[in-house]
């Protein structure tokens, strides 16, 4: 069974094949977040006719529980983006990384690191947020008293549309030789592979 594994030194004979900036590439840029949005949009349009959204804004117990939903919404949706972050670096360090570098440049929250990462070692550290917020969310947002529903349900619509980032690499590398190698300092990636 093989390993998931970080390199540190890139191994002789491999030269970069790709490069992606997630931030100075203003034609990605839009794509991911284009993407990002219709993610949105398909989460949300269906779920409007199960749970009306009118929930989201019920008063009849008072203003003090609407207040408490909303600061709530936005608590939540900053510690998600904390905690998406620390299941890449978490991962990155089941990899073997020693040093992960978390960090904020306005558009993205990152973890990154000055590894090198296997392709299925990288794909796991791209999909791990995804799948372990979208399975533990998947699970919680029934179980919520209705006027909570939405509260919940918004934190799963981040955490699927705001990784629309993670899914488009994910495919992307897919399609790449099984030798590459990827090194991601957060917001850039660099990928390599032996020359043929």
Not at 101 to 120: I, P, Q, W
Not at 142 to 170: E, H, K, M, R
Request: proline content about 5%; overall charge positive.
């Amino acid at each position: 069974m093989d390993i998931m594994r970080a390199v540190q030194q890139l191994p002789q004979g491999y030269v970069r094949i790709l490069s992606i900036d997630l931030q100075k590439e203003k034609k990605l840029f839009l794509t991911i977040n284009l993407i990002g949005l219709a993610i949105m949009a398909v989460l949300t349009i269906p779920m409007l006719f199960l749970v009306p959204i009118s929930a989201l804004f019920d008063m009849s117990n008072g203003l003090g529980p609407y207040f408490v939903r909303f600061v709530s919404l936005l608590v939540l949706i900053v510690v998600y983006m904390v905690l998406h972050e620390l299941v890449h670096g978490i991962t990155m360090k089941l990899c073997g990384t020693k040093r992960v570098k978390y960090g904020f440049t306005g558009a993205y929250a990152f973890a990154g690191s000055d590894d090198y990462y296997d392709k299925k070692s990288y794909i796991i550290i791209a999909l791990a947020p995804v799948i372990l917020w979208g399975i533990v969310l998947a699970i919680v947002t029934p179980l919520v008293p209705t006027p909570w529903f939405w509260v919940v349900y918004f934190i799963q619509i981040c955490n699927l549309s705001g990784a629309a980032g993670d899914l488009y690499v994910t495919v992307k590398f897919a399609r790449l030789p099984a030798d590459i190698l990827v090194k991601d300092d957060g917001v850039r990636m660099n990928v390599f592979s032996r020359q043929q």
